[in-house]
């Protein structure tokens, strides 16, 4: 995903630092009863939001996203909320509650999303049980319906020493203890490449992660964009044959390494410039794609980075052919 405002992450600072600096998180949750949240069945239309929206606090009037089944606030960094996720802090509890009430009852998801492009937990030293607590405390804190792992830590994973999928195996199994499967939603959003059977990911990046800790993650929202200027922009080299810099790295190619296909969420930019540096496809041209590979049997939704560049129309658009709204 692309960067966020550092307004937002030196305000936040303070917010989260007595819960980082805190040896065991306690937020009175144990006395809680937890609500049993539904996950959505497959396919799932899931749209991000990081960029600061004037009259909007939070998530939008969920008229804005209809279509989608999942609305992702982004981000939670190591460090504590930022933008979007910030902004959902600062409201009320009752207008959370109020916000949270229409989302769910419209059949939309309330999540948020994790680290970013500019979050490096590995190379920093974060320790992957003690995030995951913390994030998790934070995920319940806040009654959301799950987390969202945008896992951006290329200086990690282009290692080839193992040391990338290791935190993220720890991390993701550690979440499970405290969001349970079933009772939230635990999403990844790994880039198409890291799935790719290349040299440089010696360790098996996401291919690994899938095989190590898959069955605890709900879908992959995978981000089949800012990886080359001619990757990913046709129906054929998105879904069939990747070819390029990153082979073996289409949706069915992936599947044929071993992941399920309708756990693979295509995720792609809304606007040709300002939401990535290239991979852009015309709603309309995705919507072709989402068609030939539902014919072949893949079900498992689009993403979309981000609101407000994209809103109800461009998921109307998206789903005609295959799954009209």
């Known amino acids: 995903m692309l960067a966020l405002s550092w307004f937002y992450v030196l305000s936040s600072m303070l917010l989260f630092r007595s819960v980082l600096s805190a040896p065991t998180v306690d937020l009175g949750l144990t006395a809680r009863t937890v609500e049993k949240r539904a996950v959505p069945s497959a396919p799932r239309f899931v749209i991000y939001s990081d960029k600061w929206v004037q009259g909007v606090t939070g998530p939008p009037p969920v008229a804005d996203v209809q279509g989608y089944n999942v609305f992702v606030l982004s981000f939670l960094m190591v460090i504590g909320p930022q933008d979007k996720a910030l902004e ?16 769910n009852d419209a059949g939309v998801s309330l999540m948020v999303s994790a680290f970013g492009a500019n979050d490096q937990p590995t190379t920093a030293g974060a320790d992957p049980t003690q995030t995951a607590n913390t994030m998790a405390a ?7 319906d799950g987390l969202d792992v945008d896992y951006e830590d290329f200086t990690a994973m282009d290692k080839g020493d193992g040391s990338a999928e290791a935190w993220l195996a720890t991390f993701t199994k550690q979440i499970r203890t ?10 990844h959003a790994p880039v198409a490449p890291w799935f790719s059977i290349n040299q ?67 995720g792609k930019p809304a606007q040709a410039a300002g939401d990535a540096n290239n991979g852009y496809v015309a709603p309309e041209t995705l919507a072709t794609c989402v068609s030939e590979a539902k014919a072949k049997g893949w079900n498992a939704g689009v993403m979309v980075w981000e609101y407000p560049d994209a809103v109800a129309s461009w998921i109307a658009t998206v789903r005609a052919q295959a799954f009209p709204v």
């Open 178 to 187: 405290q969001l349970p499967q079933g009772q939230f939603i635990l999403s």
């Open 138 to 144: 934070w995920v319940k804190q806040f009654k959301l």
């Open 88 to 103: 959902w802090t600062q409201l009320t509890d009752a207008d959370r509650a109020s916000i949270k009430s229409e989302y």
């Open 200 to 266: 440089k990911f010696a360790a098996g990046a996401y291919l690994k992660v899938d095989k190590t800790v898959g069955d605890l993650i709900d879908w992959y929202n995978v981000q089949f964009y800012n990886q080359g200027i001619t990757e990913y922009t046709t129906c054929d080299t998105l879904m069939n044959t990747s070819g390029g810099d990153w082979p073996n790295s289409a949706v069915f190619e992936i599947g044929a390494s071993g992941v399920d296909v309708n756990k693979l969420v295509i």
